[in-house]
């Protein structure tokens, strides 16, 4: 079975073309804001003026290998709503021009199935947290259950605004990182969890006030280390009230060292596997899209036209996991 898989949802527009064992072929296409942060229009845009080449070379290699497609996936959501659009509008039209179903994918189910076709972790309590998302989520009864999440901004988007802040380039996840790496002081900043949810915007603001009086590199490391514990210790929560054995961190923040290391001990510590994916599995990507809308797929699930409109608020748990 060989599926193509869209994303679109927010900074990258990726086409990827998946069989059971591996991906056989992927494009994408990177929007970078001109200032600040994500245009929801621009972005959108930035997709629909990069679709044909993306797509085609995606086909090219298709046509090359003699392959024959089975399903058009997309991500229907949640994410920024003209992106979407874009996206659903060019899968609507390749699925017609192929004859083969469309598989409507939530964007966030897909971090973690790629995470898990990927490391091989089969009941994983996962992290995903990216730019849109932060929250803890595990299996239960044949849905993904959030166990925790934030009240308020994501953690990927939290470290965005406070770069903004203090002059640095968007995403501002990776310049942290490596600003970090330089600190010598812990400054304490506000640590926010309630209950089994997290907060992040009052400490991306204090962390911009700090950042007028401290060393930049201290601030940075020491919002990490906020930001990052308050992680760790929902996900530890999360760990035992699930009754899990491993943990999956997946989503572009994903891609920190430090937040990677935290985890690894605190999963040494409780006797958990700890699963992270390659790099490229771990930000927004067409495989991930492709993937499980072949799991979608084997298991009988398609969507039908009618029902593919967009779904910028699309929640992880509105989803009935039938597959395997
Ligand atoms: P979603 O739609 O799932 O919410 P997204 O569109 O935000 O995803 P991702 O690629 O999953 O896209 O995540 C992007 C986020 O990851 C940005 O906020 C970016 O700053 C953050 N990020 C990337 N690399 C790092 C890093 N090394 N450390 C911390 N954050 C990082
Ligand atoms: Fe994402």
């Not at 990827?16 to 929801?40: F, M, N």
């Not at 930049?216 to 054995?245: G, I, N, P, W, Y």
């Amino acid at each position: 079975t060989v599926v193509l898989g869209l994303e679109g949802t927010a900074w990258n527009l990726s086409c990827a073309l998946v069989d059971e064992e591996e991906v056989i072929a992927e494009e994408s296409a990177t929007y970078v804001p001109a200032k600040g942060g994500i245009h929801p229009r621009e972005a959108a845009q930035h997709h629909a003026g990069h679709m044909a080449p993306v797509v085609g070379e995606v086909l090219d290699a298709a046509r090359r290998d003699g392959i024959a497609i089975d399903a058009v996936a997309f991500s229907q959501g949640p994410g920024l709503g003209p992106c979407l659009r874009t996206v659903a509008t060019a899968a609507r039209a390749l699925a017609l021009r192929f004859g083969v179903p469309l598989v409507g994918v939530n964007h966030c189910i897909a971090h973690i199935e790629v995470g898990k076709w990927k490391t091989g972790a089969a009941d994983p309590v996962v992290l995903y947290v990216s730019g849109g998302n932060s929250q803890v989520l595990a299996l239960r009864r044949g849905r993904y259950r959030i166990f925790g999440e934030t009240l308020d901004i994501s953690v990927g988007n939290a470290l965005d605004k406070f770069a903004r802040q203090v002059g640095l380039p968007h995403p501002g996840g990776p310049k942290l990182e490596a600003l970090a790496k330089s600190a010598k002081e812990y400054i304490p900043l506000p640590y926010v969890v309630k209950g089994m949810d997290l907060s992040f915007s009052g400490l991306s603001t204090a962390a911009a006030q700090a950042a007028k009086k401290y060393d930049l590199a201290d601030v940075c490391s020491s919002f990490q280390e906020t930001a990052f514990a308050m992680l760790v210790e929902v996900t530890e929560r999360a760990l035992a009230h699930a009754e899990k054995k491993e943990v999956l961190l997946v989503g572009g923040v994903g891609a920190n060292s430090r937040l990677r290391e935290m985890l690894n001990i605190m999963c040494e510590e409780r006797g958990a596997q700890f699963f992270v994916p390659e790099m490229r599995f771990m930000g927004d990507n067409g495989s991930m899209i492709a993937y499980t809308g072949l799991v979608m797929l084997k298991a009988g699930v398609t969507t039908p036209l009618a029902e593919s409109r967009v779904r910028p608020g699309y929640r992880t748990d509105e989803v009935e996991v039938v597959w395997k």
